[in-house]
């Protein structure tokens, strides 16, 4: 089931997210490793270039390929923003050293050497203002929204990057954000923005409320009043309304249902958090009483609840089965599956794939696409559990990223290369049209059969309606034609028929004459 290759878009750098435009279906947007938000456009044309060669910088190609290959990066390219170009990345905290023959178990995100700055997280604004803002998230903790619109002009460059801004964030988070997620419209918080960090830190962001806090930051300074920092929280950034510490180590996905209320994150240290965004503190949701008393369920009075440690990092999450079903794919290749409610521990595994499964995106309710580090692309339906097939591959590098274009025309991809794959989704619709032909066809099928059922018992019911008007007055209503033929043929006496026809129970007269009749009209 491999899709049709599309031409890749290339990058000045190596893309560490990726985002597409909700209604602008050729506008790509992608977080690089130095910092750079570019801003490309990407059509449908047909991947052209030889399959033995890689489409990389790197790669030993001819001078002319060399050249279209830079004649195309100049043409996709809109614009280049250096957001975090300029930031401070946090220091890993300083820690005692071990000694001898102590058990200290620590976090690899607690041992990490001091990092350029990188934008991780990018994400258009779709819930809020369809596609207005773009949001950016990097590892020195910042959170920036820039304007499409003002993103997207060509003439754009390094000196006007904050005129595109819309507001910034400085320090939202005291270490590296490493996911973000808009809540849908219809949450009971609204259309907020959620972002979780290299430490288990998950914050909820009022957008409005960051625009209104940074133009009046931008504004020249005025005398405050007595009262104005009455309503100030003095211990969370401004526009953060809410935060939760559960997890330790990083978040690595976030997903909602469909009504927005219950907030889901995965984590590398092994286990998943649920979040109440209708009424923090309260208990979230009702297990099975079974699933109760098996299972130690951990509550934070905040209102947040951890499953049981898996033992093993999960990387990413989607909601599957109508909120029914919620998979997350792990480092040891297993899909996770938690019943909604029951939120202990798993109800169901998946294996199959043979590396960690990094990328989830969701296709249908029953099927997804998984991104594993062994480059491929897969097809995956739940429930029942099938691998449907390949939908293409990274020759080799992991599969870091996956997401859906506008319209869901293609399906776009990031790995450790500098390129942007992109695949033919026509084959997911393709699939659902020939099912629906299916049913189409399934019930023309039935009513022919009914069609014909009923042709067939008005026909019974005319056959039973003239023998009824034979026979009508008898003792039995379904008396056999043959019998009637063979009454016809014996001879019967006169005296006898004028006895039938005497009576309450008069037989009708015969249509045709007996040879007995006939013989005597004659004589």
Known sequence: MAAQV???????AQPLSLAF???????????LVDGTVECKKCGLEVHEFDPNVPFTKTAKRGDDQ???????EDDTIISSLPVHCDGTVPKPSKRKPAEAGSDINVLSSQI????APSCRVIMFSKELDMGKSLYTAGNSGDICCIDTELGTTPNVTENKTEYAVKWRVKNAHPHGINAMHELPACSPAGPLLVTGD???MVRIWDPRLCESVWSESSKPSAKKKAFDNLMENKELPPGCVASWNQNTDYISCFDTDKDGKTL????????????????????????HIKA???????????????SDDQEDELLSVIVMKKGKKVVCGTQEGILSIWSWGVWGDVSDRFPGHPSSIDALLK??????????????????????????GILGDHDGFPVESLHFSANKKYVGSISHDALIRLWDASIFCDDDEDEDIDDEDETDAMDLQNEQKSVKSSGLAAVSSSRAGVSQGSDDEWEDIDDDEDMSDSSVDSDDSGSKGQGKNKQPSRVFKTETEKFFEDL
């Open 198 to 200: 290299d430490e288990g």
């Open 6 to 12: 599309l031409k890749p878009v290339e990058c000045s």
């Open 363 to 388: 296709v249908d309710e029953d099927t997804f696409l998984t991104g594993s580090s062994d480059g491929l692309v897969r097809i995956v339906q739940i429930h029942p559990d099938r691998l449907l």
């Open 21 to 31: 435009h909700p209604d602008r279906e050729n506008l790509v947007a992608v977080g």
């Open 264 to 287: 889901l994150a995965t984590s590398a240290d092994g286990k998943l958090s649920i979040f109440d965004v209708r009424q923090p503190g309260k208990k979230i949701g009702t297990d």
């Open 112 to 115: 990490t050497a001091e990092r």
């Open 292 to 306: 109760k008393a098996a299972t130690k369920i951990v509550v934070d009075p905040t209102g947040a609840r951890l």
């Open 66 to 72: 060399m050249e279209d290959s830079e004649d195309d």
